[in-house]
């Protein structure tokens, strides 16, 4: 929560994204030149973005903008989209 509040939650989104991006071209290079070590330190690199940003950050702006009924339906609609990818993914996997 302080971290939001030092940075800013469009700045940490920002960043967020520009991290994922290019963690996302270290993962495409790691592939096509077979960088083992440069994939995984991809992979890392979208997890650690992805925590930092827009994983906490949703949650923050769905509290502020729609309170506390808000943000119980918005808390139920993000795990019954979450129950329909997970039981889609191994069906098309």
Known sequence: MYVIQ???K???LLGGFIGMTMSHFLIALGLNFQ??????VGVIGIVFSF???S???THQYCADIMGD???VIAAMIMQVGTLIISSIIPIVA
């Open 6 to 8: 030092f940075f800013g």
């Open 10 to 12: 469009k700045t940490m």
């Open 35 to 40: 960088y083992d070590y440069l994939t995984l």
């Open 51 to 53: 925590g930092m940003s």
């Open 55 to 57: 994983g906490p950050i």
């Open 69 to 71: 009924r808000g943000m």
